[in-house]
Each structure stands twice: as C-alpha cells, then as structure tokens.
C-alpha cells in the first residue's frame, strides 16, 4: 500500500497539494511504521490512529467524540502535518508538551475565512505524557487545541492531562472499555467511539494485525 501511496504523492497531478503533503510528510511513513513493528511495542498501533485520524482532517470527516470540530467549521479546511512550528522548538527533541505547544501559532497559517488543522506527532519516546496534538483555528483565525494518548493495551497513562493547555485530551486504547470515562482529567475513548472513530477498514486492520 505505502508504495502505491508514495507515488501518488510524486507524481499524481490530480491530487491537491494538501493531500500530496499530508502523504509525503506522513501517512506512507505511518503505513511503514504499521507494516514493519511489532504490535506489542504500541507503535503500529500509533500508525494506525494517526493514519485515521489525517485521513478524517483530509476529509472533513469529524465526530463528536474524538474529532470534536462539526460546530467549528466554517467554509473550507485546510491541513498539514507537523508543521507549521516556529520559535526555538526542536521538533525531533523536545520533551515538554507546554513547551512544544509554544512553538504552535496562536493565529492561523490560513487565509481569514478559511479554517486549518495541523496534526503534530513527534514520534519520539521522550515526549512526555502526548503522543499527538491536534491544533485547530477557525475561519477568523482562533487556536484550539486537542491532544491525544495512544495505548495499545488497557493501560492507564501515570501523567495527568494538561487541562490548562489542551481544550480537550483523550486516552485512545486498544482495550477500550464499554463506557466513556474521565481518568487523570483523560477523556477514555470509548469501544463503540473507537469503532465509530475507525470505521470498517481500520477495524479490520486492527483485529488482523
């Protein structure tokens, strides 16, 4: 699949420059992330969120659970991912969340009227406590920000989430429980928001992993 994903990204000249940016920069490395680990180490699992989850912001495929944007959106969106960061912030080594979310621009890198969504996952087992952030301004130009925990299994994160920093952060596990909860100030996905939030394809990835 990354093969196929990687050429459309060079050289399909029907695909806009959004979309060939959000494949180049990130989903053929995810599917590669996805096909080459070991399921255990969380990292596939990783991979298979944050494919989904760029492939909704591309779409404009919103939920009220994990992509909590419907009553945000005005007019057109416009995506990126990783980027853009300014300030003295070392994508590949910074550890800090707070510190992190500095680098992201209060105002929008979009044209005024058109909302924007970048997708930020440092992908180093340093980074404390996140394992992406969502950041979204809408048409008049205004931050918010989401951030996201992945867990493969059923396990809790020791941090608590940065409440002060994120509008809303979710704990997305594998081994979901029946029912939403609030751990450590975490909104824990729940199995059926998970299915919904995955779709038919990705579950079956999922399960057949």
């Not at 060939?20 to 180490?41: N, P, Y």
């Not at 853009?84 to 992201?104: A, C, K, M, S």
């Not at 996201?148 to 059923?154: A, N, R």
Request: hydrophobic fraction near 45%.
């Amino acid at each position: 699949m990354h093969y196929v994903l990687d050429r459309i990204s060079r050289e399909c000249p029907y695909v806009d420059a959004q979309m060939r940016h959000c494949l180049s920069s990130g989903i053929v490395d995810l599917f590669r992330q996805f096909a080459g680990t070991k399921w255990e180490a969380g990292d596939a699992w990783e991979a298979l969120v944050l494919i989904v989850l760029i492939v909704r912001c591309l779409t404009a495929s919103f939920d009220d659970t994990v992509i909590p944007l419907r009553p945000f959106i005005t007019g057109s969106i416009q995506v990126q991912h990783n980027s853009p960061l300014h300030g003295n912030v070392d994508f590949f080594r910074e550890t800090n969340p707070v510190d992190f979310v500095d680098g992201i621009p209060l105002r929008s890198w979009a044209p005024l009227g058109t909302c924007a969504l970048s997708i930020y996952y440092p992908g180093h087992a340093r980074f404390e406590a996140y394992d992406v952030i969502l950041a979204f301004w809408d048409a008049d130009g205004s931050r918010l920000l989401y951030g996201y925990q992945l867990k493969e299994g059923s396990t809790i994160p020791a941090a608590f989430a940065f409440d002060k920093v994120f509008e809303k952060s979710f704990l997305i596990r594998g081994k979901a429980t029946e029912e939403r909860r609030s751990v450590r100030l975490w909104h824990s996905v729940s199995d059926t928001e998970l299915d919904n939030f995955f779709g038919v394809v990705a579950a079956v990835a999922a399960l057949t992993r």
